[in-house]
């Protein structure tokens, strides 16, 4: 039989493991190795969508999870994503995006243009003012907001960027998922129409009739 001073210490043992996780790198991955992507739109309940915890009661804690308007690859995306695979122990890459995006929502040159009427310059923006090399070149501004045309396009794209990018290992297992806001279901993206009929998942329903700026090759 178990004494209660044994199991006390063992909790005690995995707390403190569990606080001090990021001293120990890749043994202190959190539960599932896993690194989420994900739209920062309130209507995608990500635990929900996936199956997990990420937020942690104590103990707990089932991925790093980074989001951004869209879920899509940026250079923050990227950044994070390369630390969590590298030197914290994660395995894999999930990424959702979701259907009724407010990234479908608009066209970037609209966008942009409504920035320029309030007096702010697009073509010198400090993007980090931390790190001033980072920079736009002039007329890239647009391409820069992300917005999208078409989720199942984006999310299989953005999928291909994180295949496809240097600073990832080759090793991690990575997929992409269309969160559907209307069915509250999880689907893969698809370029089959019968598939994404249940949904809006182009900007078409927004009124935006103009392409956005060429964002892939
Ligand atoms: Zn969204």
Redesign the pocket.
């Known amino acids: 039989m178990t004494t209660l001073k044994e199991k006390l210490s063992s909790q005690v043992t995995a707390y403190d493991h569990w606080a001090q996780r990021r001293r120990y790198g890749p043994d202190g991955h959190n539960n599932l190795s896993l690194w989420v992507l994900a ?3 309130e209507r ?1 309940p990500v635990d929900e969508a996936l199956g997990i915890h990420v937020d942690t009661p104590a103990g707990g804690g089932d991925a790093h999870c980074f989001r951004n ?3 899509i690859v940026t250079d923050d995306a990227i950044r994070s994503a390369m630390l969590t695979c590298h030197f914290f122990g994660t395995k894999e890459i999930v990424i959702v ?2 259907t009724q ?3 479908l929502s608009a066209n970037a040159k609209d966008l942009e243009k409504m920035l320029r009427d309030k007096g702010i310059d697009t073509d010198n923006v400090a993007m980090d003012p931390t790190l001033p090399e980072l920079k736009l070149e002039k007329g890239a501004f647009a391409k820069w907001i992300g917005m999208m045309d078409d989720v199942d396009e984006t999310c299989i794209k953005t999928i291909d960027a994180f295949k496809n990018h240097p600073l990832i290992p080759k090793d991690v297992v990575i997929s992409g998922w269309v969160w559907e806001v209307e069915t509250r279901r999880l689907r893969a993206p698809t370029r089959d129409s019968e598939k994404r009929a249940r949904t809006d998942f182009t900007s078409a329903p927004f009124g935006v009739k103009e392409k956005q700026p060429r964002r892939w090759n």
């Open positions: 739209c920062m739109d995608l308007a869209g879920g995006q979701h995006c407010g990234m």
